[in-house]
Nanobody
């Protein structure tokens, strides 16, 4: 069974940066489609970034500011967040799926609704 643990969340001022990490066990991140999903207060769940074997997809709201990456040697997924805005405040979740075929665009638009494995989340709070 794939297990995911997020870390790196915290408080940051507008314009600052944070780097989130997702540590995986029970499976290799190189063999899974991996994603970051978030849910802010009073908002619906939304996909932030999805990385598959051959594509990387970002939500329009984070393009140019966030970068997702895999470190296969350490079996982790990272999300580098720069130029943070108030609207980035949310609980951020790591999700994985071993046989993903819906495509990155669908995963982003659906908030990773069909991903099979999820972490418990890490809170990111952006304030002025």
């Amino acid at each position: 069974e794939m297990q995911l643990v997020e870390s790196g969340g915290g408080w940051v001022e507008v314009g600052g940066s944070l780097r989130l990490s997702c540590s995986a066990s029970g499976g290799s991140v190189s063999d899974y489609a991996m994603s970051w999903v978030r849910q802010g207060p009073g908002k619906r769940r939304e996909g932030v970034a999805v990385i598959t074997s051959d594509t990387t997809t970002y939500a329009d709201s984070v393009k140019g500011r966030f970068t997702v990456s895999r470190d296969n040697a350490e079996n982790t997924l990272a999300l580098q967040m720069d130029s943070l805005k108030l609207e980035d405040t949310a609980m951020y979740y790591c999700a994985a799926d071993p046989y993903y075929s819906s495509g990155g665009a669908f995963a982003v638009s659906s908030g990773g609704s069909d991903f099979g494995y999820w972490g418990q989340g890490t809170q990111v709070t952006v304030s002025s």
